[in-house]
Structure formats: C-alpha cells, structure tokens
C-alpha cells in the first residue's frame, strides 16, 4: 500500500471495516459462513453500496451468489489493519477514563495495545495498572523512542493536553486519540481524533427532545 | 422552536455550537469582548462561511464590524441548549468508564446532569458515587419515570447493552449515548449516538502509518 493509496481511504470506511471485522467475528460464532452486503449494511447502519465500496478498498474479490465468505473476507480486513505497522500506544493520565482504556487495550492481542501508562501521581509511578506499567510523566519522551510507540492517547485535564501533546509528538508519535476537552494543534504528519464526551452529550441531550416539541 | 426546524439542524452544527461556547467562555474568561467568525473557525477547525451558517441557526444576528458581541452570542447558544427541556441523565453501568462520567456529570449545574446511576453489583447499589446515587438494574424503569428522565448513557458490558437499551426506551428514554460495543437499536423517535473506543483507536492506529509507508 503506498502512502498516496492509503491517504485516499477515509477515515469513515476505516471505522465501517473495525466495525465489519466485530460483525464478522459474531457470526463466525454463530457458525455461519456467508454474509451479504445487505446484511453487513443492516449490522452497521449504511447501504449495500457502502458496504461493497469499502470492501473493495480491501481488495477483496471473492463474492458469491451466497454473499461474501466470512472467514476469508475477515482475513482481508485483519491484513488491511495489520499492514499498519503502528500498533503500539501509550496513555497519558490514569484517571477513570484512563484506566477504562488500559482494561480494554493493555492486553497482548489488543490493536492497538497500551504498552506503557504515563501519570504525574506519585502513588501511581512504578506500579502496573491493569497490566499495565505506569512511568513518571518526565520518562515519556525516552519510552516512546525506546519502545518505538507511534500512538498517544492523552486522558488528562485538558490544562495539561497541549503540553502533552507536544511532548508525544516531539518523542515520535504520529497518531493521537485525545479525550481531554481542549483543542489541540498538532503537525500535518500527525493524525488526531477528539473524542469529547460534553459535545458529544450536549448533541444527544439537544436531540432527545426532538419528540417532545 | 418547532419539532420540523429542529429536526432541520444536523448533529454537526449543534456539536460545533457546542464547540464554540466552550471556546467563548475562555475568550471571556481572558477579558475578550469581540471574536471574529474566523477566529472561531481557527478554533473548531472548520471555516468561517461554515461558523456564520452556524451561528445564523441561532438567530442570533449582533455581528458588527468589530465580529459578535461574545456575551451576546453565549447567551444565545446557552438558549439554544437550553431550549432543550431534555437536562436529566441517568447512568447505566457504573465501571471506570462510568465514574469517568459521573465525576464530570454529576454536579447541579451540568449539562446534562447525570442524575442516577445503576448497576447490578451489590456493592454499589444504595451508595453515593462521585455525588450521584446508585440504583438497583430493576429500579431503572421507576426512577426515570419519576424523575422525568430523558437521557441515558450506556456505559454496560457489551452484552448488556442491548438489553439496557430496551429498558430505558420502554420508561421513556428518548436520547441514548452508548459507549458499549455493541450495535443497539432504537424505535426512530429514540436519538442514539455511539461512541465506539474500539473503531476509534483502530482509527487512529491505521492513520498513525500514514507517514511511515
């Protein structure tokens, strides 16, 4: 995959391909072997023709009358996933948030796994949180560089998210998830995505009224 | 406001209405009378046609040569949210993920305010947590009920999840946020918005690559 290629995939048609791969997994549970798109559409919210867009972006090419065969296209998916070479993160701040993501993504076979755990609290320095060891904010720099890591994820107050990021970027990472409520500025190379939970819970409380009008 | 013209706002609008009140307070905060649309488009990311559309949703129509009026405009988009009767949350599950919430939506003056919480281990139930009380599985329908409750945030295994949605919709839920990885559905007058850690991290993992192919 060359840079140009990768830089045409959207970053919705990478979100509905996580989705279809934890589909996919159900169903191989339940025994089945085929999948339409329409089927694939109904689980995930979207169209058949989405459905087929994405899974050619895979280059994938083995539908059937049956549909599609679930083993092998799930296999295309993990190959599209698994050619990304980053998938080793960090987390900096290990509040309640934080410590939701390391049980989630500190095991083995996480992708992307947390392989290191960043806080200023003393008490939580040198211990191993949910797998997970838990280094003193000043070492950040140093571990990414050691261990490689190429994604931050950034669970501070959001007075310490600039800063933090500025030091993820600077130590190499290219890729932040950022929960904390602040915006942050970051280099062209650099792939950011806020999750904001008060946005996020304004919109839905603006939207639940609509019947109420 | 009408339930037609509200439906005619899209979810990106009101997130960045969202957006720019939180950015108007710190202007405030930093003794700023005027902003421009521009200056606010540097700040959500987007453009400044798109910030006056947004703002135009409002109403609000106090720009003078100088930009808007920062007070002005917050006062208009606190109405705008607050038009919205819908304030009273509830929290089903509550994991690390749900403490996470609590200690930000729970105080008096939140929005919405996380008003009750629940969850099926002993030790929680009948117990304060983060100021929020904790309720049995089994009380949810009543306390939403009771108390008017219109939002509820699914923070549950993902085998629950579905299962807890039903149960909020059947009490009158009409707004639901679920974290839960699990795709849930909801009658059409029930607004639902999932946000899924598990996409997300894929997300940013794949596009943390971009630079290195």
């Known amino acids: 995959m060359t840079n140009n290629s990768k830089n045409s995939i959207s970053p919705k048609t990478v979100e509905r391909l996580s ?3 934890r589909f996919l997994h159900e169903q191989i549970e339940r025994g089945s072997g085929f999948i339409s798109s329409r089927q694939l559409a109904a689980f995930s919210g979207g169209t058949a023709v989405q459905v087929r867009q994405d899974i050619r972006v895979l280059g994938y090419t083995g539908s059937s ?3 599609y065969n679930i083993p092998q296209l799930l296999l295309s998916i993990d190959r599209f996933f698994s050619a990304a070479q980053c998938r080793r993160a960090i987390l900096a701040g290990v509040g309640n948030l934080g410590q939701a993501l390391l049980i989630n993504f500190s095991q ?31 070492e950040i720099g140093e571990v990414i560089k050691d261990q490689a890591i190429s994604i931050g994820i950034i669970t501070v107050p959001p007075d310490a998210a600039a800063e933090t990021a500025s030091l993820l970027v600077d130590a190499g990472v290219t890729g932040i998830l950022n929960f904390a409520p602040a915006r942050i500025k970051v280099p062209d190379h650099v792939y ?16 639940a009224c609509t019947t109420t009008y």
Chains 1, 2 share one sequence.
């Open 192 to 207: 950011i995505e806020h999750v904001d939970l008060t946005v996020t819970l304004e919109k839905v409380a603006f939207f």
């Open 65 to 67: 009358k049956e549909g």
């Open 108 to 138: 083995r076979d996480a992708f992307p796994e947390i392989v290191a755990a960043f806080d200023i609290a003393e008490d939580k320095v040198d211990t191993v949180i949910h797998g997970c060891r838990c280094f003193r904010r000043t």
């Open 19 to 21: 989705l279809y791969k």
